[in-house]
């Protein structure tokens, strides 16, 4: 199945809500999108068989350069990038050429590639009587196009491919424009076969039926029509040398661009909503959880909430712990650990052990809590699926290479940041300030006993073990803390006790400290039982 | 006498969170006695192998370090013919914080690091300092003869 419609499937079917949908990629329209670009392409000459020419080259010029130790000589030859800020930009195509013959790549490249090339530049001449790619306003030459139907085919021989800044003094802009193009372009096309090569074919470009504007220096300026040169007729007429680049801005290029930015901004805007949401919705329930659980009330659910949080960090519902596949769960993942959480509830009767009467209205809370966290991120990796598919699709189409450059060039930008998953921060919230609402056993254990570490020893190194365990590590004249191995343990002694761990330890944790102390207990006596007897051996 | 809750919470994990590339079952009779596998680390002369070893948890453990001795017949500097390991976390640095997961895991680290500068198996490390590629070929060889679908 397409995934254009098992995409709008899950959004119906998954019970997204209705504006949340409304932000969702618009997978159709880009599709869409991407046919035009493809066409502009086509009709400059850059097909997809020659542009994956072009970069099969560039690949293997830059692996030689690799391997061979030596940094490749010159410029890549041809570019796809980005320019400008997510608000206002223009994905571009350069194009170098060698500026000592003219001709765009190197001996190596495939005749047939060079013909492409040659057909290109010549295309790019012939066929702009189809492409208004006049500027007329002079002055935004070197700012970002943005009027919908222009096109701009930027020539120059700066060696500075990266900025538009006329501070080269020898750059030459060059637009073919609608009503100067057509007519003089028949008689052209008799006189110049193209096949001859780029260099034939760029000096096409040159000719003066079209729009030549020259600007120098900080100047920069020209206006169109004024500047038109009268050269001499003919493809024997070069005009200020030949120029070392070409940059094609594609209206649809941007369109598609355009349309997939604003998209993610929105998303992105969206998801920041939701997760000041949630994030509310965690505080308030840790706001009322120590009503219903804290050891001070009188009826309180301290060991039920404990047993509850206990699972539901086991579950690991959105982020596993575990060696074997720790990291982000997948939503489907996700739905089955909070299945399972759900289900161990249930079975374990938690909710009838509630005696506080909040309880039960905060788990329905912290239920629903998950329930949207786990919508969002299903939302979320749609969205993502959706957008990696669409310039998947796009570098299939065209094969260009937006899916390396455009996520760079949106997540180097301040606004679309927003990179990190829903799920991720309100659970780094829940983990802050809900979970640590009831203390958990595993976090104040005996590194030793395993057991909680009652009455709790902190050693000089910070480390805290059972005064039972110490004792023992002591009698066996072991100096090192077991945990960091400084020697600090011989010199532990009554101030080394942490009252305050002690008390907290006896309020949070009444059942497993009286357990542990009669554990202790008993393993004292049996010590003593045991001196004894070795006593006894000995007098007899 | 009953097991200490420590060596409870050990196994539960062993098995709950298993530590990729190695095992350690239990023997249902003697709980402090364990069948364990270590896989050969990639990019040694032991990678593809899979390492038998026993261990055994004493009555004294934590305060003293478990027993572990390769069943497997392998070809190392620090592994002698009766598997017994020289390894430092095993004798005299071993600590009560240890358990059997990072043991285990220190042994793995031995199969990727051999040193023959502290011996067990003298002809093994004067043949690993002698002429290292041919050890590493006897050992090489050795683990596809020995420690392959642990037969």
Redesign the interface.
């Given at each position: 199945m397409k995934f254009a419609k098992v995409f709008q499937q899950l959004l119906d079917e998954e019970n997204i809500p209705k504006e949340w949908v409304g932000t969702a990629i618009q997978y159709k329209s880009l599709k869409k999108c991407i046919n035009k670009v493809v066409e502009e392409l086509e009709e400059l000459g850059l097909e997809k068989e020659t542009l994956q020419l072009l970069l099969a080259y560039e690949k293997a010029q830059r692996n030689h350069a690799q391997s061979s130790g030596v940094s490749g000589k010159g410029r890549p030859k041809l570019i796809y990038s980005f320019e400008g800020t997510l608000h206002e930009f223009v994905p571009k195509i350069t194009i170098n050429l060698d500026n000592v013959n003219g001709m765009p790549l190197s001996a190596a490249i495939s005749p047939e590639t060079r013909a492409k090339l040659a057909s290109l530049a010549s295309d790019v001449s012939r066929r702009s009587s189809h492409i208004s790619a006049v500027r007329d306003d002079s002055d935004s030459i070197n700012s970002i196009p943005n009027s919908p139907e222009e096109r701009d085919i930027y020539v120059s021989d700066r060696e500075d491919v990266q900025t538009d800044g006329c501070d080269g003094g020898d750059t030459i802009t060059i637009g073919g424009s609608t009503s100067t193009a057509n007519e003089p372009m028949t008689t052209h096309k008799s006189e110049a076969p193209y096949q001859k090569g780029l260099q034939y074919g760029l000096r096409n470009l040159f000719k003066p039926e079209y729009n030549i504007m020259q600007f120098a220096g900080s100047k920069g300026v020209g206006s169109s029509s004024d500047d038109v040169r009268d050269a001499p007729d003919g493809p024997e007429a070069p005009l200020g040398g030949i120029p070392s680049t070409i940059e094609i801005h594609l209206h649809s290029d941007s369109e598609f661009f355009k349309m997939l930015c604003s998209e993610l901004v929105a998303l992105d805007s969206l998801h920041e909503e939701q997760e000041k949401e949630l994030t509310e919705q965690v505080t308030d329930i840790a706001r009322r959880l120590p009503h219903a659980a804290s050891p001070l009330q009188k009826k309180n659910d301290l060991y039920v909430w404990r047993e509850i949080f206990r699972l539901y960090i086991d579950a690991g519902v959105f982020f596993s712990s575990l060696e074997q596949d720790h990291g982000e769960r997948s939503v489907e993942q996700a739905k089955q650990q909070l299945t399972w959480f759900t289900d161990q509830i249930q079975q374990m009767d938690l909710m009838d052990r509630f005696k506080s009467p909040e309880s039960k209205s905060i788990l329905e809370s912290f239920w629903k809590l998950n329930m949207s966290l786990l919508q969002s991120a299903q939302f979320q990796t749609l969205n993502r699926t959706a957008t990696t598919k669409i310039l998947k699709k796009f570098d299939k189409q065209t094969a260009l290479t937006a899916r390396e450059v455009f996520p760079e060039f949106y997540f180097k930008n301040p606004s679309g940041s927003v990179s990190m998953s829903v799920a991720k921060s309100v659970c780094f919230t829940m983990a802050e300030q809900l979970l640590t609402v009831i203390p958990q056993l595993d976090d104040y254990i005996c590194p030793v006993c395993y057991l909680i570490a009652f009455k709790p020893v902190r050693l000089d190194c910070g480390h805290v073990f059972c005064i039972r365990c110490l004792v023992k590590l002591q009698r066996q004249q072991m100096d090192g803390c077991p945990i960091c191995r400084q020697n600090v343990l011989m010199n532990a002694n009554g101030r080394n006790m942490d009252i305050g761990l002690h008390n907290q330890m006896l309020l949070y944790f009444p059942k497993e400290t009286k357990e542990k102390q009669s554990a202790n207990d008993k393993e004292v006596t049996k010590e003593q039982l045991q001196f004894n007897n070795e006593k006894q051996c000995v007098i007899q | 006498m009953a097991l200490?809750?420590?060596i409870i919470?050990?196994t539960e994990r062993l098995v709950s969170?298993?530590?990729?590339g190695i095992t350690a079952v239990p023997h249902d009779d003697n709980l402090r006695y364990f069948d364990v596998t270590v896989d050969g680390p990639s990019q040694s002369p032991y990678e593809g192998g899979v390492f038998k070893l026993e261990l055994f948890l004493p009555e004294e453990y934590?305060?003293v370090a478990p027993k572990v001795r390769f069943l497997t017949k392998i070809y190392h500097p620090n592994i002698d013919k009766l598997g017994r390991i020289c390894l430092d976390v095993l004798k005299t640095n071993w600590?009560?914080?240890?358990q059997i997961r990072t043991i285990l895991l220190s042994v793995q680290a031995l199969l990727g690091a051999p040193n023959p500068d502290d011996p067990l198996a003298n002809d093994v490390a004067q043949r690993w300092k002698e002429d290292e590629r041919a050890a590493i070929g006897t050992a090489r060889e050795w683990t596809k003869n020995y420690a392959h679908d642990a037969a």
């Open positions: - | 200490p809750k420590r919470k050990e969170d298993p530590v990729p934590p305060m600590s009560p914080a240890l």
